[in-house]
């Protein structure tokens, strides 16, 4: 068995069971960052932002908007409205309300959206089904909790664009803050075989899953014909940090102490139900992707580390919300905070089920192989 291991370079270490690090003690995920980052270079220096601008103006010429663009409340989505809105374009903004969203977020969208005079459009749950569907994967044991939101970000897009005919959706998804995610941590966003599994074993199937947005393979083959979907964070030269001071300055944005903490949900599933329950710290990817973009150093990043990822003199009053919300008992949220942990591979799911089995098996009876 492996003993401890951080890399020399970044911050991940053997909490990912699948890293795995060379002689000099430097891990898999800095190279794959390091690789992603000279890509995104190489594309940043080719992108012409007016060119660009011109392109989604002309596809929505005559089109209440020319493109959507999802907003979180977070820095990286505020940043791209404000980006967008620069350029002379013409978006609806569109958020998602899981029921989640600290009142700092709802402030910060809304403090925003008017300065800009850009229009939102709320997609808003059904409460007691999204609810249901998130206490089954918190009982599935998976970490893969927030499957449930992310999953349906990609459906409510296209929808969205779909009605107001934009052939543009842009986001804020970035590989300078993003380009670390160990694939154990999580998995399975795009696998509505997977969602569909672990909510038939643990949701309220006298209710169903009746108006989730879900897409299913032949959906997202549409979805990526029909609209370009595009990470504009990735094309310009982004800097975090300055992003922040730049919204709070002009936007009256205000900070949340973390990466994605504009939700109760996320934050309380990346502070205490990952790291408690799994062992894994997100912070770690978060501050490795920063350092692999040379936006952060490693001995910063060690200095966060040495703080807990939860505040102990807050937190029971964090777990109270989240069984008040979830509508559990404590004996059931610590039952299943001490079950063994459990994996995608653990649950139906498309990549095991029995079709993908024999489409497996035989493309490699008839030489569909690697070597090839
Ligand atoms: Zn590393």
Known sequence: MMGYQICSCCVMDTSDPDIIFDDQGVCNHCKGAKKKLRKIEVQRRNFDIDAFSAKVKTAGKGKKYD?????SGGVDSCYVMYLVKKMGLRPLAVHIDNGWDSELAVQNIKNLLEKLEIDLYTYVVDWQEFRSLQLAFFRASTPDCEIPTDHMIFPVMGMMAHKYKCKYIIMGHNNASESILPHSWSQGHFDWHYIRSVYKMYGDNSHGLKSFPYFSRPDYDYFTRKFIWFDILDY??????NAKKFLQENYEWRDYGGKHYESFYTRFYQTYILPVKFGYDKRRM????????GQMSRSEALEVLKTPPYDDSTIERDIEYFLEKMQITREEFDKIMSSKPLHYEDYPNNENDLTGKIIKKLSKMFGGGNDQ
């Open 236 to 241: 310009i030269d982004y800097n975090k940090e």
């Open 67 to 71: 493109c959507i663009v999802g907003i």
């Open 286 to 293: 978060h501050l490795s992707s920063l350092i692999a973009a």
